[in-house]
């Protein structure tokens, strides 16, 4: 191929070079919100409601203070 006569020469009449892009329509603006994070992580969600906690963090946290009194008792140099 000569030098101009390739779909890659960018010397389109018609304006269709491969530099002139369609800009991207603007973002969804309505309340704020990017459209590009899902919905579902955004909406309102009622306060936790006091009350018991899990058993899960109730152990969480005897094991932290297990291992902090460990630590403070047989603490190298101490």
């Given at each position: ?16 070079s491969p530099?002139s ?10 309340r ?22 899990r ?9 932290f203070?297990a ?12």
């Amino acid at each position: 191929m000569a030098t101009g006569d390739g779909p890659d020469d960018g010397g389109d009449a018609s304006g269709n070079s491969p530099s002139s892009e369609v800009p991207d329509a603007p973002p969804n603006t309505r309340r704020g919100i990017d459209p590009t994070v899902e919905g579902v992580w955004l909406r309102h969600r009622p306060p936790p409601r006091p009350g018991r906690p899990r058993f899960s963090t109730v152990l969480l946290v005897a094991a932290f203070i297990a291992l902090l009194t460990l630590w403070v008792t047989l603490r190298p140099g101490g």
